[in-house]
C-alpha cells in the first residue's frame, strides 16, 4: 500500500450541499469453523506436577467476514472547530459505502457520524461526510493542505472470533496419588474464556492402570509418582 502522508494542517468546515450515498451492506459471512486451543498433542509424551493441568481444552467459533473494515497504512489527523481526530497505521474502521464527489465515485469509512472519503485508489480527500441521523448525509467542507498527494487505504477481510455456546471448555489436573488410586479433578468451565468454573467433579482411577479413561478421551500412563505424571493422549474428538 502507498502510504497517506496526510498532515492537516487547518480545518475550517461549514455544511455543504446534500450529499448522494449508498450505504454498505451487512458484512458477508464466508466461513465459520469451530476450532479449539489445546494444550496437547496426540500420543506425544509429556509431563504434569501436581496442580497442573494434563489437558485443557477451550474451543470457540471464528467467523469470517470480508468487505466490511478499512485498513490505514499511515497515520493522519482531521482538526478544526469540533473535530479533533487522529487515524494511527494499523486502525481498521467500519467500510460506510459509497459516495459522489468532484464527479467521481469515492468511497468513506466511518467513525461515529464522521465518514472519511476517499477515492478508488484510495488518496484521502479534503471534504468529509456528515452522517448524522437527524438529517440527510452533507459534506462538511475542509480546508487543508498536505505534505503528499499519496494515500491508499483498502478494503480488507476481518475476522471475529466468538465463543461457541456449544463448545468444550475444561481442563484435567492432575492431583497425585492415594489410597492406592491415580486421582484427577476435572474442572469445566463457562463459555466465558475459562473465568468461571461451572462445574468440578473428582476423578480416581487404579494405580497401575496402563490406559484410563474418561468420556471421550483416552489417556496412556506412562510413569506415574506422587508428584508428577508422565503420559501421552491417545485419542480425543472433537474439532482440532
Partial sequence: ??????????????????????????????????????????????QAYVGEPMIRVQEFRVDRYTGSEVEISNGFSINGPGLNYQYAEGQNFPYGGRT???????????????????????????????????????FLIYTFQTDSQSGDVGLIESERRNVAADGQNFEIIYSGMGSGSIRLNYREFTNNDMARQAFFQELSYPVGSETIRFRDIVIQVHEVSSESIEYSVLSHSGPS
Avoid: W
Avoid at 468546515?13 to 479449539?36: D, K, N
Avoid at 468513506?108 to 452522517?131: H, P, S, Y
Fill in 100 to 138: 459522489h464527489l468532484y464527479d467521481q465515485d469515492m468511497h468513506f469509512f466511518r467513525m461515529g457520524t464522521l465518514g472519511v472519503v476517499f477515492d478508488e485508489a484510495g488518496r484521502v480527500q479534503d471534504k468529509v461526510l456528515n452522517l448524522a441521523s437527524y438529517g440527510p448525509p452533507v
Fill in 1 to 46: 500500500m502507498r502510504a497517506f502522508g496526510i498532515v492537516v494542517l487547518l480545518a475550517i468546515f461549514s455544511a455543504g450541499c446534500t450529499a448522494s450515498v449508498q450505504y454498505a451492506g451487512r458484512p458477508q459471512l464466508i466461513s465459520s469453523e469451530l476450532v479449539a486451543n489445546r494444550n496437547y498433542e496426540i500420543d506425544q509424551r509429556q
